[in-house]
């Protein structure tokens, strides 16, 4: 299994922890407003890699002449918009928890396409799912007040954990062909796409986007959500997701929870769960089962020379 994918998935697992943070902090503007300038802010960020590079200008030209390209985009277009709807009017460590369950569609998905799981894997997802539940159940309430504002981003929560798990099985399985499309070239078609179906859906909307209300710490928080969260986590989620099994890649990204727990509580003062430490240990224990039986499952290949 390649080390650098592994690396590029935790470190992009790490990052994402931050989103609901930088969400929290920002003033009370509208999730599509919010939404629009973190992926506006990914573009700029990502287009000077393009228009300087000649390998990736043709790497883009071939990309957008093929129609699955804009169908892995549009994944990341709706998961952008799900999630940081979800931030908004939900608790970050509620939201970061069902963003997380995505491995459990990833093996809806597998049993559909008849790849059944073997019992290694169940086990570590099951056990990552546990140690979540832990982490972050005593931030869920069950005694029959939540509002309707809340469980309705609960469920965009669940919706963009299915979400992420759809592309992940896509682009893995088109890189088995051997047809995945560039990564960083994806990446880019999703902020360019993004940047105008957001804000096309912002005029449509009656209610006031409040763009005229942005400051400069506003601006500030949306350049990090954008860069830090959506561009660099867009693409190293892209890179592991054509290198790394899509069990492996939703099975790490199992650990953003617990840094979103962890940074909220350091920033932004919500309170850590007592139960932080044996949830986390739960998780970790998954997540190592899940990249270990990957990698026994690997074939063995002769070297070149």
Known sequence: MPINALIIVGMTTLLWGFTGVFIRLLPDYPPLTVTAGRIIAAMLFLLPILVFTSKNRRAFKNTIKRPIAYLL?????????????????????EVALLVGTSPVFVFVFRILKNDIPNRREVLGASSAI??????????????????WQ?????????????????????YRGLNERNTAPDTLSVSLL????????????????????????????????????GVICTALTTYGFAIASKELPSVVTATVMLATPCFAGLFAY??????????FIPGGLLVLGGIALIVTTSKLKQPTTKAVT
């Open 150 to 170: 809340r469980l309705t981003g609960d469920v965009l929560g669940i919706l963009a954990a299915i979400t992420a798990a759809s592309y992940a099985t896509i």
């Open 130 to 147: 546990i140690g979540i539940v832990i982490i972050m159940g005593p931030n869920i309430s069950f005694n029959g007040d939540m509002s």
């Open 73 to 93: 985009a549009l994944h990341f277009v709706v998961y952008y918009l799900l999630s940081t709807i979800a931030f908004q009017i939900a608790p970050i460590a």
């Open 266 to 275: 350091l920033i932004v003062d919500e309170t850590l769960s007592p139960l």
């Open 190 to 225: 999703t902020f360019i796409l993004g940047s105008i179906i957001v804000p096309v859906l912002v005029s449509l909307i009656s209610t006031p986007s409040h763009v005229e209300a942005i400051d400069g710490f506003a601006l500030l928080m949306l350049v990090c959500l």
